[in-house]
Each structure stands twice: as structure tokens, then as C-alpha cells.
């Protein structure tokens, strides 16, 4: 027979590791790993229709690109560049209101009808300039602007499960790269034109 002395010792121990399992089981991580999981899931599952940022930021970027070919009509030096403001101001004009008409019956898609702040700086630093300053800056931007917008719009295809919505994406896709092409189109014609001086 043990002593008492023991056998309080081993029923000390025996509670003391009973309470450490219980610890352990209470720390395990189970319940507070499994919410970020779920969140995450609705997350990558939410559709392109439920993403109220996208529609914004696709009315903006129309929205920029029907203000800055504007200006462009105004100050460029080449016909050249005047010609694609034109066509720009037309098409993106066109497309912001084809989507208006797309998310018209989503309540929870608000699109603005006003360029932002950042926006409407870039247009306002493209009114400063003139003559080749102007027509190589508004090159850059149109370039820079429309390889964002593949980007945007490339994730966006993915989530979209309106065929409507899809159509018009691929359509933006399409032009976007039409007009990076005319534009690098352009910019060999110059090199071109500047090597036979």
C-alpha cells in the first residue's frame, strides 16, 4: 500500500494532466480555423455581379478614357493621335452606356458618372501639355490604362456568370488590344519616319 503522501501526489498529477488535455483540446484551433476557411470559400465563389468595386472601377475607367481622348481632340499635334481620341471617345462613350444598361436591374451596383479624384488629376495633368510632349504622354497613358484593364477585365471573365456581362468583356478585351496594337503601330511608323531625316 502507497502512502498517503503518494497518493496525493498521483490524484495532483492525474488532475493536472486532465487539465492540460483539456487545454490542449480547448486551443486545438478547430473553431477559429474553420470561420477564415469558410470566409474565404464565399469569397473566391462570390460572383462578378455581386462585386460592386468592379463596376465602378469599369464606369471609371470609360468614363477617364472618353474625358483624357477629349482633351486629346483638343491638343494633340498629329491627326494621328486626334483620330484615335475620336474613335476613343465614341467607343469608351458607347461602352459606359451599354454597361449602365447591363447592371441597371443590380441594386447593388451604384456606377458613378463623375471621374474621381485621382482620375480627374490625370486629366488635368494631361491638359498642361502640348505638341509631342502631349501626344507621347497620352501614347504612354492610353498603353499603361488599357494593359490594366486586360488585367481587370481577364479576372472579371472569370467570375462572370452573366452571358450579357461576359459578352461585353470580351468585346472591352478585344478593343483594348486593337488599340495597344495601332498604338505600337504608330510608334514604329514614327521610329520609321525619324530614321530616314
Keep these: 500500500m502507497r502512502a498517503p503522501e503518494y497518493m496525493f501526489f498521483d490524484k495532483v498529477l492525474a488532475t493536472l494532466f486532465g487539465l492540460l488535455f483539456l487545454l490542449m483540446l480547448g486551443c486545438d484551433g478547430t473553431a477559429t480555423d474553420s470561420e477564415p476557411t469558410e470566409m474565404i470559400s464565399i469569397t473566391e465563389t462570390r460572383t462578378l455581379e455581386e462585386d460592386p468595386a468592379f463596376w465602378d ?33 465614341q467607343y469608351h462613350g458607347d ?6 444598361r447591363l447592371t441597371a436591374k443590380q441594386k447593388n451596383i451604384q456606377l458613378p458618372d ?20 502631349f501626344d507621347a504622354r497620352y501614347r504612354d497613358f492610353v498603353i499603361s490604362t488599357h494593359k490594366a484593364q486586360l488585367s481587370r477585365y481577364k479576372e472579371a471573365i472569370l467570375k462572370a456568370d452573366d ?22 503601330r504608330l510608334d514604329t511608323t514614327a521610329v520609321t519616319a525619324e530614321e530616314q531625316l
Aim: glycine letters at 8%; zero cysteines; aromatic letters at 4%.
Design 95 to 100: 461602352a459606359l452606356k451599354e454597361l449602365q
Design 57 to 89: 472601377y469599369a464606369a471609371s475607367s470609360n468614363l477617364l478614357q472618353v474625358e483624357a481622348g477629349k482633351v486629346a481632340m483638343e491638343q494633340a499635334q498629329t491627326e494621328q493621335i486626334r483620330a484615335m481620341a475620336q474613335k476613343a471617345i
Design 163 to 184: 452571358q450579357h456581362i461576359r459578352g461585353w468583356l470580351m468585346q472591352m478585351r478585344s478593343h483594348l488590344r486593337e488599340e495597344i496594337n495601332e498604338l505600337a
Design 114 to 133: 463623375t471621374l474621381g479624384g485621382a482620375d480627374w488629376g490625370l486629366v488635368q495633368d494631361l491638359k498642361l501639355l502640348e505638341g509631342e510632349e
